[in-house]
């Protein structure tokens, strides 16, 4: 009886060091992903380059689409569009506004789509570009073409 204890124990000893052997075989690392480059966000006044509007009244709201493109020399922090709809007697009727999540980076083209609900006082509507470090100097152009993307 005394040996079967004794092995038993041994196997009891023997699996609790080799066990960390055993489960430690993960698989190798992935290379080390390349560290976050920051980037200084511009400041002072900015450019950008903006398709006409396009407003349409879908359901119970009215959706204004247009795309803009950065043509400031660098990154705009906090870039945000207001818009801003009045009745014909200059009072505001409504408005949205549109945040960019991110820092908009120098070329880049971005979407933006703004909802607000209708109103029937609505005449018509105004853009405030803005972003944090400075003021913004909107050019509306016929077409902005979206560069492509590399797949």
């Known amino acids: 009886m005394k040996l079967h204890q004794r092995t038993v124990a041994l196997a009891a000893a ?3 060091l080799l066990a960390p052997v055993a489960f430690a075989q993960t698989p190798a690392p992935a290379a080390p992903a390349a560290p976050r480059k920051l980037i200084s966000p ?3 006044d900015a450019t ?3 398709t006409a509007p396009v407003s349409k009244k879908i359901g119970a709201n ?3 689409t247009m795309t803009i493109k950065n ?3 660098g990154p705009l922090a906090g870039f945000r569009l207001e818009e801003s709809w009045s009745d014909k007697t200059g009072n505001l009727a409504g408005g949205d506004v549109y945040r960019h999540p991110k820092p908009f ?3 880049e083209v971005i979407n933006i789509t703004l909802t607000t609900p209708s109103n029937p006082r609505m ?3 105004s853009y405030n570009f803005v972003h944090a470090n400075g003021t913004v100097k909107p050019k509306k152009v016929p077409k902005i073409e979206v560069p492509k993307t590399e797949a």
Do not use: A, W
Request: hydrophobic letters at 35%; a neutral charge.
């Open 14 to 16: 023997l699996g609790f």
């Open 42 to 44: 511009y400041r002072g």
């Open 48 to 50: 950008v380059e903006f």
């Open 62 to 64: 009215v959706v204004t």
């Open 71 to 73: 043509t400031s020399p």
């Open 105 to 107: 980076m120098p070329g």
């Open 123 to 125: 005449q018509s509507n």
